[in-house]
């Protein structure tokens, strides 16, 4: 039964930490620009369960309050996002559901009841058919980071980062997802599970694979949010960020391999911090000969990237991505010239931190 409109939009001034939001969501059928998934991810971020107990909510945002979270000039907030709107007002999503063993099946239904830009501010009105695609976490749920997916600017690694949040708890492992299916997750299929026509050239599981998954991943790991959040890791076949079953000769399913990093990132450390996890951790490989844990090695790498000791970090995270066990650590079993190298580096740290008092 549909639900009456609540008449009282909903107004919050501060943008949400995380976007929650349910496994139906995640991993259904999503073809949206840039623009478009913005929007949709500011009123996902809104949203609270209690906004449907009695009416189907609506929610406003103002021109600051878009520019800023956006980061649109406030005098073209308007005819910037006027397109994106006008396109998701009529945009549906597919939904998968259970059908028989081996049928994929999905439910094409809009994503808004309406959507409109008067006076300087945004008006979104969700479709109550989804109502429980928009608050059921019986099934488990993405927690996407709001800053980090904001400001992720192109869409496919938008897209990525929306499946792999779905994954923070349980460690870095994954399932192995069919292509074809992985294919409908990147918004290439249409209501008939075949490639959209301005898609075509997606037939290509070659150009699928650079497109979708390894340019979205270099996007991922060279941004300066993203790189804190998670690492990607290296495979048995040298495939940074994910693993492949084939048959024959055909790629028939992925599976990413990431692990989350839950501790020690660069906003936590300050220069005191990060020179003392420096000095202490060399000290434990170098003079102590014990080797270091993965959670130290992250540490290690987050104190190298706040100092901006970019090298040594990019060594640390190397270890860290070609590790796909926790128990895998640096190898301090260096040629004697390394090892001297590395004693004049700690030298060096304990002349920075003599009049420190500990």
Same mark, same amino acid.
């Given at each position: 039964?549909?639900?009456?409109?609540?008449?009282?939009?909903?107004?919050?001034?501060?943008?949400?930490?995380?976007?929650?939001?349910?496994?139906?969501?995640?991993?259904? #059928?999503?073809?949206?620009?840039? #623009?478009?998934?913005?929007?949709?991810?500011?009123?996902?971020?809104?949203?609270?369960?209690?906004?449907?107990?009695?009416?189907?909510?609506?929610?406003?945002?103002?021109?600051?309050?878009?520019?800023?979270?956006?980061?649109?000039?406030?005098?073209?907030?308007?005819?910037?996002?006027?397109?994106?709107?006008?396109?998701?007002?009529?945009?549906?999503? $597919?939904?998968?559901?259970? $059908?028989?063993? $081996?049928?994929?099946?999905?439910?094409?239904?809009?994503?808004?009841?309406?959507?409109?830009?008067?006076?300087?501010?945004?008006?979104?009105?969700?479709?109550?058919?989804?109502?429980?695609?928009?608050?059921?976490?019986?099934?488990?749920?993405?927690?996407?980071?709001?800053?980090?997916?904001?400001?992720?600017?192109?869409?496919?690694?938008?897209?990525?980062?929306?499946?792999?949040?779905?994954?923070?708890?349980?460690?870095?492992?994954?399932?192995?997802?069919?292509?074809?299916?992985?294919?409908?997750?990147?918004?290439?299929?249409?209501?008939? $599970?075949?490639?959209?026509?301005?898609?075509?050239?997606?037939?290509?599981?070659?150009?699928?694979?650079? #497109?979708?998954?390894?340019?979205? +991943?270099?996007?991922?790991?060279?941004?300066?949010?993203?790189?804190?959040?998670?690492?990607?890791?290296?495979?048995?076949?040298?495939?940074?960020?994910?693993?492949?079953?084939?048959?024959?000769?055909?790629?028939?399913?992925?599976?990413?391999?990431?692990?989350?990093?839950?501790?020690?990132?660069?906003?936590?450390?300050?220069?005191?911090?990060?020179?003392?996890?420096?000095?202490?951790?060399?000290?434990?490989?170098?003079?102590?000969?014990?080797?270091?844990?993965?959670?130290?090695?992250?540490?290690?790498?987050?104190?190298?990237?706040?100092?901006?000791?970019?090298?040594?970090?990019?060594?640390?995270?190397?270890?860290?991505?070609?590790?796909?066990?926790?128990?895998?650590? +640096?190898?301090?079993?260096?040629?004697?010239?390394?090892?001297?190298?590395?004693?004049?580096?700690?030298?060096?740290?304990?002349?920075?931190?003599?009049?420190?008092?500990?």
């Amino acid at each position: 039964m549909e639900k009456k409109l609540n008449p009282n939009p909903i107004s919050r001034s501060n943008l949400p930490k995380h976007i929650k939001q349910g496994h139906k969501l995640v991993f259904s #059928r999503k073809d949206l620009s840039q #623009r478009e998934a913005d929007l949709f991810a500011l009123m996902m971020a809104q949203m609270k369960d209690s906004d449907w107990e009695k009416s189907t909510p609506q929610y406003n945002f103002t021109a600051s309050q878009l520019s800023e979270w956006l980061n649109i000039n406030s005098k073209h907030v308007g005819s910037i996002l006027s397109p994106a709107a006008e396109r998701l007002s009529s945009y549906k999503i $597919g939904i998968k559901v259970e $059908g028989s063993p $081996g049928d994929l099946e999905f439910d094409y239904k809009p994503l808004f009841k309406n959507i409109k830009y008067k006076k300087g501010v945004l008006t979104m009105v969700p479709n109550d058919m989804l109502e429980s695609e928009y608050i059921e976490y019986k099934q488990g749920f993405a927690l996407i980071t709001t800053k980090t997916y904001l400001d992720i600017k192109q869409e496919y690694a938008k897209r990525l980062y929306e499946i792999l949040s779905r994954f923070k708890k349980g460690g870095y492992e994954m399932h192995y997802i069919y292509i074809d299916e992985l294919k409908g997750l990147f918004g290439l299929l249409d209501e008939s $599970g075949r490639l959209k026509k301005n898609k075509s050239s997606f037939k290509n599981n070659g150009v699928f694979m650079k #497109r979708c998954i390894r340019d979205s +991943i270099e996007i991922l790991r060279d941004h300066p949010i993203a790189q804190k959040e998670f690492l990607f890791l290296e495979s048995d076949g040298n495939e940074m960020g994910y693993e492949l079953k084939t048959q024959g000769k055909r790629i028939s399913q992925i599976k990413f391999l990431i692990r989350w990093l839950n501790k020690g990132t660069t906003e936590e450390l300050n220069t005191h911090e990060a020179l003392k996890t420096i000095k202490e951790l060399i000290s434990k490989q170098l003079i102590q000969k014990e080797k270091l844990s993965t959670e130290e090695l992250t540490q290690l790498m987050f104190a190298y990237q706040y100092m901006g000791q970019d090298e040594e970090a990019k060594k640390v995270e190397k270890a860290l991505t070609t590790n796909t066990t926790n128990s895998k650590n +640096i190898d301090i079993d260096e040629e004697k010239e390394k090892e001297k190298k590395l004693r004049d580096e700690v030298d060096a740290l304990l002349e920075l931190t003599k009049d420190i008092d500990y």
